[in-house]
């Protein structure tokens, strides 16, 4: 990134902060929800019997790419 954009992102990292303490948001709230409903997407593709380890494997590093949680490269296959 360039330096103007990790500002960029530092202010409004800052902004975001000051905001959701402002209006008392309940981040543990927020992130435990998301979590469950993450796990419950884990939980319905290890029960599908009819795939195989690697399309398992496939499909829930794809569900951690779809909520932005790194996968460690392991999807990188090039």
Not at 4 to 11: C, K, P, V
Not at 38 to 66: P, T
């Amino acid at each position: 990134m360039s330096v103007s954009l990790d500002l960029l992102a530092d202010s409004l990292a800052d902004f975001i902060k000051e905001e959701l303490t402002f209006k008392k948001f309940n981040a543990k709230k927020a992130v435990n929800t998301k979590a469950v409903r993450i796990l419950q997407e884990i939980q319905d593709v290890l029960a599908c019997e009819s795939k195989s380890d690697f399309e398992v494997v496939e499909e829930i590093v794809c569900i951690f790419e779809k909520h932005n949680i790194s996968a460690e490269g392991r999807h990188d296959f090039g």
